[in-house]
Structure formats: C-alpha cells, structure tokens
C-alpha cells in the first residue's frame, strides 16, 4: 500500500550541482506529474507524462528534464540547480488523468539550492 | 487560459464554527473541479471533487457545490476541529480529452488554523 513514493525527502544542494529526484507509483496508473510548491504560489506543474516513453512540459519546465522508462518511476532531473529552484517538489499520479478521480500525491522533497 | 482564486488567508477559527473558504474558477467548458488538503509536512490528498454543474462533493463533513453559473466551487464545514488545521487547495481539471484534462490547476491555497 505503498501509494507514490519519493526520494529524498530532504536535499541540499549547492549552486550548479545536478540531482535527480526519485518518485515511484505501484498503482499501475497511466499519468504522472511533478509540481512544485512555493509559498503564496499554489502549486505549479513542471513536467507530466500520459504513458511509458510519453513526457511533455507543464508551467514551469525550465531547468528540469524527466523521462518515462516504466509505468512506474518518473524521476526529475535537475541539470544546473539554481536558488531560484529552491522549493517542495510533489510528484502524483492517476489511472486516469486528473478529471475522473483527481491525481495522488507523494509526501514530497524540499529541495534547498544555496 | 484555466486559473482558479481562492480566497487569501490565514484563516482562524474557533473549534465548533462555520468554515467557509471562497473558490472561484475561469475555464472553458465544464471543468471537473476538487478540494486538496495538506497537513503540515505532507502531500496533498484529494478531499472531495464534483465532475459536473450542481454536483455536490462530500467528504469528513466538508462540502462544496459545482455552481455554473457563479464558477464557484465554494468549501463549506458545519463544526470545525482542531484536527482540520491544514492548508486547504481548490483546483480544476479541463474538460474534455486534451492535455489539460491530465493536468490540475491549483489556487495558491489558504491555511486553516482551528484553536480549541
């Protein structure tokens, strides 16, 4: 009962530096998408993807890449880390996009850039 | 294109009043339209949704009406509790078949503090 999972929970990285960030779904859903959430601003979608080898880009796609290898991993790289990418990173996912029974949430990574 | 404003907060309330927390939407169509809420250091989980005009969304007494007419989508409790602290999310999903029906459209939240 595992749900969608994300690792780390906690990052710090300095400027410059690259990382992936992990999150995994055992719920053989079809949609996944990561968000970003920064205080007064909601949550912002970053990247998404509809299927296995499937990707496009959402609101705020600069500075980070992703790939869909599997049904269940949808990992967010983030090639050059910037303070301005300092934030709490969710990743969720759906059998069925968002409009049918809305999308699950991971617990999520703070992810601090100094 | 789609957005959603909710009221700003921080909203504080008295164990046992009435919740009320405004939402309201621009999209095209008919939307499907949801509740998220964030307990302090965790994800966010769907707290209720309604999928068409004048479907009411329910769950662990909190309700909200899929008003067309005003695009609103209002959150609504009876007797809050200390327990329903958390930061409260209205979002919207495009209708139809494109890439925004795959994709949530968040307001930027309002934070509940229930004192006892």
């Known amino acids: 009962n595992a749900g969608v999972t994300q690792t780390p929970k906690f990052q710090v990285l300095k400027t410059g530096q690259s990382m992936t960030l992990q999150c995994a779904q055992d719920m053989n859903h079809e949609y996944m998408s990561w968000y970003r959430q920064d205080p007064g601003m909601g949550l912002r979608l970053i990247h998404y993807?509809?299927?296995?080898?499937?990707?496009d880009q959402g609101e705020v796609p600069n500075g980070y890449n992703v790939s869909r290898s599997t049904t269940e991993d949808f990992p967010l790289r983030l090639l050059s880390a910037a303070p301005s990418q300092t934030s709490v990173y969710f990743c969720a996912s759906s059998s069925s996009g968002a409009g049918n029974y809305g999308y699950t949430f991971g617990s999520g990574t703070r992810l601090t850039v100094v | 294109g789609d957005s959603v404003t909710q009221m700003e907060g921080p909203v504080t309330l008295s164990e046992e009043a009435f919740l009320t927390i405004n939402c309201t939407y621009t999209a095209t169509g008919y939307p499907s339209l949801f509740w998220y809420v964030q307990y302090p250091g965790e994800g966010l989980q769907l707290l209720l949704k309604a999928t068409k005009a004048d479907d009411k969304g329910s769950n662990k007494g909190f309700e909200a009406t899929y008003r067309k007419e005003t695009t609103s989508f209002h959150l609504e409790k009876g007797s809050v509790q200390v327990s329903d602290s958390a930061v409260y999310f209205c979002?919207?999903?495009?209708?139809?078949?494109?890439?925004?029906?795959?994709?949530?459209?968040f307001g930027k939240g309002t934070k509940l503090s229930v004192i006892p």
């Open positions: 993807s509809v299927g296995a080898g499937i990707t």
């Open positions: 979002a919207l999903s495009a209708s139809g078949s494109g890439a925004g029906s795959y994709q949530l459209t």
